[in-house]
């Protein structure tokens, strides 16, 4: 079942390195308890698409393989995964024999799906054609060199406002500039963001000075994401949007939240330079 409080999980506490697998490593967070007090739109679509970087197991005559491995859980699952127990679970492997990758797979879906409460999609990507996924900046016009003076670090959704006049526009905004913080460790997470929307301009100026608000926000990455989703949708009412953030890797893993109100065609999954 669900844990309600973070206190008996294994972040920030020292834990010892698993040596056979072990899905009971898996540590489930209700979604809802995390949105608890969260009082904004809600998106209609949309995922936490995790990167694990140091995946391996054995082969049936026990050689090492490594892998990259890419797992998408839908936005509505009941359950987040918290992160160092994700890490300790892949880690299980380790010392696992495997005949094929493909068992892998399959076992990796039906744990995920066990504990999220949802389908998980998985990749396990070959590390030499992965070497090829080059870094890529997120594809967007940058707002980082708005000329801007920062009066808070605390969340001030009251800053989003569109210009005035607030002509239609189709546009895709990016900023390296946020950083939200681990509401257990109270260590910092560092995302690009990239936002996609149509309808009246929004003001860049005060998008970037409520993205630097959030600097001290204690918060999941999946829920930081549906906080600046709903709180642009209220203050600046677009016609479509979406909110994508890649955070830096910690422990192996990257997680990269996106949040919209319609479903993309496709979802970038190009590395950033952090990345």
Known sequence: MPRTIYTDSPLGRTVQEPTRYDPELLYPIERAQTRAGMNHPVPSHGGDIWNAYELSWLDAR???????????????????????????????????????????????????????????????LPVRPAYELSCQAMPGTCIDDQEITIQTYESAPGLLCNTTPAPFVRETLVSELLKSNCPVTNQPDWASLQIQYSGARIDRAALLAYIVSLRRQNEFHELCVEKIYGELMRACQPETLFVYARYTRRGGLDINPWRANFQPERINQARTLRQ
């Open 62 to 124: 026990g050689k090492p393989i490594v892998a990259m491995g890419r797992f998408t859980f839908p936005m509505d699952s009941p359950n987040l995964i918290e992160s160092k127990s994700f890490k300790l679970y892949l880690n299980s492997y380790n010392e696992e024999r495997f005949e094929l990758a493909d068992i892998v797979r399959q076992r990796m879906q039906l744990d995920l799906a066990r504990v999220s409460g949802k389908p998980v999609h998985v990749e396990i």
